[in-house]
């Protein structure tokens, strides 16, 4: 075989393996992959938001209401677990881990919850201008919480339809591109059940 022949017969090979990775999802993995590791980087940049707001926070409901400090604590613990969760690229692939970032979050928001319940009974709390500007700035981020968290849903539904769907399939297998956990309803099961509602108590 000649030279010539070799150098064509060898970019046949390397067009047709090219093509054949194109073919079957690679870099079509590689595209969701890098967009679901985006979403996931929203995720918790919004996360972190709140986190940098709760101090302020607790420091102003604390100069009215001092003595509600079980209250006052359990947001304080609950934000130094959050913050304290090591939050790293294996998070997406490890269900176990994704599920204790969202069990940390999930405290969070249920002690914030408590706080912002607590202050319900400070009128001159909530009247403070300063106190409204963090419940504000607050309420903003829980909605670009959810906002971040539902694009991510989305990316990773769109990256676990291509690795379970054949022939891409393969090409997950092959270069271990596993399935990526999602946000789920802590309480799924109670939601899930309709309230009895009972007209005559």
């Known amino acids: ?38 979403a996931w980087a929203e995720v918790v940049n919004q996360y972190q938001r709140r986190a940098d707001l ?14 509600e400090r079980e209250t006052l604590e359990a947001v304080t613990r609950a934000r130094a677990a959050a913050t304290s969760f090591q939050i790293t690229p294996e998070v997406l692939n490890n269900p176990e881990a994704f599920k204790k970032f969202q069990q940390v979050q999930g405290d969070l ?8 319940v607590v202050s319900e009974n400070y009128p001159q709390l909530k009247a403070d201008i300063g106190f409204r500007d963090l419940q504000s700035q607050l309420e903003g981020t829980e909605n670009r919480i959810t906002v971040a968290r539902q694009r991510y849903i989305k990316t990773v539904e769109e990256y676990n ?3 379970r769907s054949f022939p891409t399939n393969l090409t997950a297998k092959m270069f271990s591109y596993a399935v990526k956990p999602s946000f789920t309803v802590d309480n799924e099961k109670a939601i899930s059940t309709a309230p009895a509602v009972n007209f005559g108590k």
Request: hydrophobic share 45%.
């Open 161 to 163: 339809v291509l690795a």
């Open 109 to 116: 928001s249920s002690a914030l919850s408590r706080l912002l």
């Open 1 to 38: 075989m000649s030279m010539s022949l070799r150098a064509v017969f060898k970019w046949l090979v390397i067009s047709f393996f090219v093509s054949t990775l194109s073919a079957c999802g690679y870099n079509e993995f590689q595209s969701k992959d890098e967009s679901t590791r985006a």
């Open 54 to 67: 709760i101090p302020n926070l607790v420091n102003t409901v604390k100069g009215y209401a001092s003595h």
